[in-house]
Every structure is written in structure tokens, then in C-alpha cells.
């Protein structure tokens, strides 16, 4: 069964950038089928699409993020990662990261709580 | 960007009864929508995709409907479980969005 599994710092520092990394298992990275992407939730909100990658390299980024955020995958460790750049409070959320097919998220990691404070 | 709108945001129900949740798309988005549930503290689980096929092991008591901007979810006859936060997601096309969410909570 897919596993992703999200991991990095809880707590990143405003104007720093703020680094996730999604470990998968139980399947491949490589899965010719899927894309891989990150979504984020800010506390009682709504849920943010952030980006999303092909183990080919191709990428999309909402247009909103786009000019702060970089979507990489590393196929040798099945896994993928996020970096947001010039991280301010608003970008305090928890952030998923998830398998999409035919752009349906269908399997999501359990979700890493990120607080941007000094 | 394609907006999505929920209502309500909160439905208050007792067990047994039917939900009727509604997502409306700023522009047609055909069938191109997915609906998902999350409970306190865990990830969203996809419920429905194409507006109305059930994804993998979804009791048949969710159903989807809807075309173009106009849809609806529909738990036939609530259980326990299934108070939770909905959400609607539209696939037509990059950028991805998300609708702000439907609460069902017990009465």
C-alpha cells in the first residue's frame, strides 16, 4: 500500500525558507501514472494547492506561490520535495504532500504542521 | 483561477438523516470535480471523483452529481463516522483549487 510521509523543521524563522521533503513507500516514485504534489491547510482553513512535479521533471505551480516556490524530485530516493521561499506568518499551515492521478489526490501523507515565527 | 463555492459552511444533522452539500465553480468545469472528507487532525480522503464515481472502498451511501458548476454531494443516511469537513476540488485545469468547505457536525 502507498505510504508518503512528510519531513523537516516545524518551526522556520519569517524571511528564512522553509524546506519539506515527501518520503514515498510502498510504491515508485517513477510510477508513469502519477504526479506528486504538496498542498498546504493553514489552521482552520481551507485547503491550498501548492505544486506538483513528474518523476520526468515536469512541474506546475499555482500562480500565486510560483515566484517563492521550487517543486524537485529524486528518484534514486523516491522522494520529492518543497522549498518556499521568503516565509512570512501566512505561510504557517500544514502542509501535505500527496499523489495525484489524472490530477485527483488519491493518497496524502499524514501532513507536517510548519509555524513561521522568530 | 476557477473559484470554488461551498454551502453551507456548516450543516448541522442528527445520525440517519440526509446531508446535501453544494460546490459551485466560477466557471464550467464539466465533471472535472472531486470531493474529499477530513476529520480533526488527519489528511483529506477522497470520497468522489468525475463529479459521481466513488473512489475505492466509499459506501455507497456518498453520492456525487452535478455538471458544468453546479454540484452536490449527498450522504444518503449520516452515520457516526461520517461528521466531517467536506471539501470540493476542481481538476479542469492548472491551477488547482479547492472549494472553502462544508462542516457537518451532529445536531
Known amino acids: 500500500q502507498l505510504q508518503l510521509q512528510e519531513s523537516g523543521p516545524g518551526l522556520v524563522k519569517p524571511s528564512e525558507t522553509l524546506s519539506l521533503i515527501c518520503t514515498v513507500s510502498g510504491g515508485s516514485i517513477k510510477s508513469g501514472d502519477s504526479f506528486w504534489g504538496w498542498i498546504r491547510q493553514p489552521p482552520g482553513k481551507g485547503l491550498e494547492w501548492i505544486a506538483s512535479i513528474y518523476f520526468g521533471g515536469t512541474t506546475y505551480y499555482s500562480p500565486s506561490l510560483k515566484s517563492r516556490v521550487n517543486i524537485s524530485v529524486d528518484t534514486s530516493g523516491n522522494q520529492f520535495s518543497l522549498k518556499l521561499t521568503s516565509v512570512t506568518a501566512a505561510d504557517t499551515a500544514v502542509y501535505y504532500c500527496?499523489?495525484?492521478?489524472?490530477?485527483?489526490?488519491?493518497?496524502w501523507g499524514q501532513g507536517a504542521l510548519v509555524t513561521v515565527s522568530s | 483561477e476557477i473559484v470554488l463555492t461551498q454551502s453551507p459552511g456548516t450543516l448541522s444533522l442528527s445520525p440517519g438523516e440526509r446531508a446535501t452539500l453544494s460546490c459551485r465553480a466560477s466557471?464550467?468545469?464539466?465533471?472535472?470535480l472531486a470531493w474529499y472528507q477530513q476529520k480533526p487532525g488527519q489528511a483529506p480522503r477522497l470520497l468522489i471523483y468525475?463529479?459521481?464515481s466513488r473512489a475505492t472502498g466509499i459506501p455507497d451511501r456518498f453520492s456525487g452529481s452535478g455538471s458544468g458548476t453546479d454540484f452536490t454531494l449527498t450522504i444518503s443516511r449520516l452515520e457516526p463516522e461520517d461528521f466531517a469537513v467536506y471539501h470540493c476540488?476542481?481538476?479542469?485545469?492548472?491551477?488547482?483549487?479547492f472549494g472553502g468547505g462544508t462542516k457537518v457536525e451532529i445536531k
Open positions: 476540488q476542481q481538476y479542469g485545469g492548472a491551477p488547482f483549487t
Open positions: 500527496a499523489r495525484s492521478k489524472n490530477s485527483i489526490f488519491g493518497s
Open positions: 468525475g463529479a459521481s
Open positions: 466557471l464550467s468545469i464539466t465533471t472535472y
